[in-house]
């Protein structure tokens, strides 16, 4: 069973950082890609930087120079850095990551429960 899990959410004041991280574990053939969304209430989910497990990246218009994506592909783990946070950067941050856990079957897409950032203005 593949579990991703979350932490480093938090309640900070505007133009702060925090640091997420999200460990993957339990069956693990392979770790392909992983990445970070989020989503606001009432709002629909929306990605917010996704890593392939060569380290090439990609993230939304809006995160771009204030938001880091990294990974420790020996740890099974993925990172976000979050610096100059915004009040509108309040959401819940979803873990996602595309795992086989055997040969035998094929790749699926994994989420986290998620952890709640909350920036205060």
């Known amino acids: 069973q593949v579990q991703l899990v979350e932490s480093g959410g938090g309640l900070v004041q505007a133009g702060g950082s925090l640091r997420l991280s999200c460990a993957a574990s339990g069956s693990i053939f392979s770790l392909n890609a992983m990445g970070w969304y989020r989503q606001a209430p009432g709002k629909q989910r929306e990605l917010v930087a996704r890593?392939?497990?060569?380290?090439?990246?990609n993230y939304q218009d809006s995160m771009k120079g204030r938001f880091t994506i990294s990974r420790d592909n020996d740890k099974n783990t993925v990172y976000l850095q979050m610096n100059s946070l915004k009040p509108e950067d309040s959401a819940v941050y979803y873990c996602?990551?595309?795992?086989?856990?055997?040969?035998?079957?094929?790749?699926?897409?994994?989420w986290g429960q998620g952890t709640q950032v909350t920036v205060a203005s």
């Open positions: 996602n990551a595309e795992i086989r856990e055997t040969v035998a079957v094929d790749t699926r897409r994994y």
């Open positions: 890593i392939s497990s060569g380290g090439s990246t």
